[in-house]
């Protein structure tokens, strides 16, 4: 089992979740995070840091998602590894959390 960053991160790119991994298994695309199956060791440590509940375990990806379990193992290894929290990117797409 591995998590799954799903399209709630897209524009939003929320890092908190990839400050708490404690294997690096964050990588960073200019517009969202995607999460390394091969590294991500099932912890759920990063599932309550993300504020736009994008994550989920690839086994609970909702139905309208589950493309992200293959783009996550995809396209993880094209981009950087995160380790440390940054300023969100809250672009056009971003999911507000706090809205009502």
Known sequence: M???VTENCVDCKYTSCASVCPVE???EAPDRL???AETCIDCNACVPECPVE???PDYDVPEKW???TELNANEAEKFPVIVE?????KGPKC???NAA
């Open 2 to 4: 591995a998590y799954v």
């Open 25 to 27: 298994a964050f990588h």
């Open 34 to 36: 995607y999460i390394n």
């Open 54 to 56: 994008a994550i989920f």
């Open 66 to 68: 589950t493309e992200w």
């Open 85 to 89: 929290a940054k300023d969100p990117l």
């Open 95 to 97: 999911v507000d959390p």
